[in-house]
Structure formats: structure tokens, C-alpha cells
């Protein structure tokens, strides 16, 4: 069975306040999995079964007392970054988020449940990921949240072996405040508002429901949205998409190396046992590429969707200001795309080595570009005459060599009031699942 997995095109907000993830992965986990760590040598039962789906969600924890009215956001907040403000609301859902407006890093941190669903819709079973709430975990406990309610974190993908699945997340008890913007440890930006710092990590799950979790300064400032577990031919790395920096321009180094794509070294120690290193930057883009003005530095980079099809890593870019939101490729071969656009060589391999760098250049001119557009998919900066952007690609999927699916969430807005609201939401002709095809002619 060949192991697919489509990633989240949008969180929507539930009742009792309950986060619904589109995020799946269609399993293709062999039964055969070797034990690892258990008693006696045996594994425990299986907990999730070939030809199922998982489904990620988080839940918020609707307590009042998780935002105070007027207490200062965001936590410990540098008041030479002129971003302080007070909280209005407590954290009664959905007004809690009634923050946001004031607080431009708000979120809060919530736990991940991990749901297996049969394809007819039954749900067999639900795994929670360890966390704070739990009883037992205390704060050097392995665990791991994501932020409620971004839109763009818990995308799941297999390990190309199949054997895994792997998403995103960061190390912080639940109910913390603007975890999502806060620095990471090792990449600190004095201009970013929020004064707190947490390790991102990346969690990988096998089929016996087994977590093993890998810290990383990647992504400081914002967030981490996917990973990949390359286990093929004795490899042992994870390749992430996310985006990194919540501070002014320019940005620090390590922010900088943390922004995009990374290369991480997966950490079999517990949490409170691993020591990150800087981040690795496995890629990077520049508009420069397609003749346009340079952006903000790293925020061409802002990447959420990943796949890896034919010993290519692939990502998508579907939000912010800057860069072009379209399909990317990495080209490990330096010649696939002379002018910022083309297709993989046939003989392109997988990417095992982070990106060379000159440091004392990257907080001026950025990363050396090693990444190219799809040919064929848009290639219009967001900043182009003004124009806002017509494309939210987030999602991609390769059903073969020459037909690619590619989830496209729109652009979100929730303006306008009765009939308008969906005007606006019928014009967006690009949303939804798209299907492209190769041109064999023109290679487009």
C-alpha cells in the first residue's frame, strides 16, 4: 500500500470550545513494527491499523481564569517594542479571543488529540498527546501543545518508510499565553513583544500509539507546521515547513536560520535531557529570483505545507505579505531552475545536508536560494502593484508523477454580513481542492 498523507487546510472553531483540525494521514503502518522499549520484549497493542485515517484536533481548556482582565500582554512584554497592551476579555470561550485585536501574538496553548477514523467515518479510537493537564506529567515530563486557535499547526505526515507519523508542536504547559510568537531559546529577537521563550518540537508517533520528542530552536517568533521523517536507506532526519520572527527589521541570525525549511536531527532523550543546537535551514527562496525586489528577510520563507514525492522535498506558501504563495520545490541538483521557475531533474535525490551560508551576510542579503516554483504554478509577488494575493495553497499531494492535488483554504475573510459574506466566499474560484496536471509539451 503506498502511504499518502494530505495535510490541514483550515482549523474551524466548535462548540464547547473545540478545535477541528483537516488534518489526516492515511496510515500504511506495517503490523510487523519491531518492540522498542517495552517490557519483556513484547510491543503493546496496535492502536492504529492500515487503511485508517488520524485526524488531528486540540480542544481548548474553557477556563476564565486563563486570562485575567487587564493583565499585561504579551507576557513579559519589552516595553521598548511599544506592542504592550491589556487583555479585555478572560479566557471564556469564544470571547477570549476578543484579545487578538489588542494583542496581535494572541493565542493559547491546548492539547492535541489524535483521532483514528475508519474511511467510512467511524472513529475507533482517540489518542491524546501527553501534556500538563495529565496527571503524572509534571514540568520535565515529556509533552507537547499546539497553539489555539492558529489555523496553520498540526499537520500530519508519514515517515517515507510508512512506519511513522510526525507533526509539530512546542515544549510549554497548557494554557500559556502567545507561545505561538514567543522566541525560541537559542534565538532570541529583543524587538519581538513577546518576552517569553519556548522550544518547537517535532513529535513522532508509531503505530503502538509511542511518542518519541525532538526539541528545536527553529521557528522562533512563530511557528512550526509539518514534518517529515526521512528513515529511507539508514537516513535519519526530519525535514519541517514554518515560518519564523514576530520582531521589527532586520531580523537576528538565528531567526533568519530558522525561518522556512529546516533539517532536524530527530532526539530519542527526553525533553528535559536535550540540548538543541541552532537552527539547520535545509532551504530557502528569494523573489529576487523572478526579477522582483528583495523582501524582509526570511518572510519568503513563510512555508506550511510539505510533502516529499520521487526524492523531492516539496512545500507551499499560502499567507503573508511578502514572497510569492505557490508550490516549491528544493532543487538538490542547482540546475533545474535558472530563472526561479522549472521541475525537478529526474535525477534529483533527497536532500541529506543543511544549506550552506556565509553568516555574516544572511541578516543583509538572506540564504543562498536553492528552491524553485513549480512550473506552471503562479509566480505573482504578494507585493506585485499593490495586488493581494489570489492563492492559499496549503495542502499538496502527489496522486503520480504527473497529477498533483493541492488544497487552496482561500483567503479566510469573515467580512461582510448576510448574503455578502458568501459573495465573497463564491468569487474565490482558486479555494478549495485543485487538480493539476503535467504538460508534457511545454514541461508546465
Known sequence: ??????????????????????????????????????????????????????VSRSVYDNQASNVSVGEALPPDCPPSTDACVTAVNNGTYPFVFNNAPVDASFGITS??????????????????????LDRGITSTSNQMVTSFSSKSEL??????????????????????????????????????????????????????????????NAYSGNNGRAAILNNLDGKNLFY?????????????????????????????????????????????????????????IGKDDNFRGLTVYNNVVYLTKGS?????????????????CPSGTGVPSPSA?????????????????????NMCILSGFPTLSNKAKGANPVNFPFGVWFANPTTLYVADEGDGSTSGVGTAFYTHAAAQTNAGLEKWVLDASSNT
Open 1 to 54: 500500500m503506498t502511504a499518502q498523507a494530505a495535510s490541514g487546510a483550515r482549523k474551524r472553531r466548535m462548540q464547547k470550545g473545540s478545535i477541528a483540525l483537516a488534518a489526516m494521514a492515511t496510515l500504511a503502518l506495517p503490523l510487523s513494527l519491531s518492540a522498542q522499549n517495552s517490557g519483556f520484549g513484547f510491543p503493546p497493542p496496535p492502536q492504529f491499523f492500515p487503511g485508517n485515517l488520524v
Open 111 to 132: 492539547r492535541i488529540f489524535l483521532d483514528q477514523m475508519t474511511p467510512f467515518g467511524l472513529r475507533l479510537n482517540t489518542l491524546e498527546v501527553p501534556n500538563s
Open 155 to 216: 499537520a500530519l505526515n508519514l515517515s517515507l518508510d510508512g512506519n511513522y507519523l510526525t507533526f509539530m508542536g512546542y515544549k510549554a504547559p497548557v494554557n500559556t499565553v502567545d507561545v505561538s510568537n514567543s522566541n525560541a531559546p537559542l534565538a532570541p529577537d529583543p524587538t519581538n513583544p513577546v518576552g517569553q521563550s519556548f522550544f518547537r518540537v517535532v513529535a513522532r508517533l508509531d503505530q503502538f500509539g509511542r511518542f518519541t520528542f525532538t526539541e528545536t
Open 240 to 296: 519541517a515547513a514554518g515560518n519564523a520572527g514576530n520582531g521589527s527589521n532586520p531580523q537576528p541570525l538565528n531567526v533568519d536560520l530558522g525561518a522556512g525549511a529546516q533539517l532536524i536531527d530527530p532526539s530519542h532523550k527526553p525533553e528535559n535531557e536535550q540540548d538543541p543546537p541552532l537552527p539547520s535551514p535545509l532551504g530557502s527562496f528569494s523573489v529576487t529570483q523572478l526579477g522582483d525586489p528583495a523582501d524582509k
Open 320 to 336: 503573508g505579505s511578502n514572497g510569492v504563495n505557490t508550490v516549491y520545490f528544493i532543487d538538490t541538483t542547482g540546475s533545474a
Open 349 to 369: 535525490k533527497l536532500p541529506t545536508d543543511p544549506l550552506s551560508f556565509v553568516a555574516s551576510t544572511v541578516t543583509t542579503d538572506g540564504l543562498p536560494s
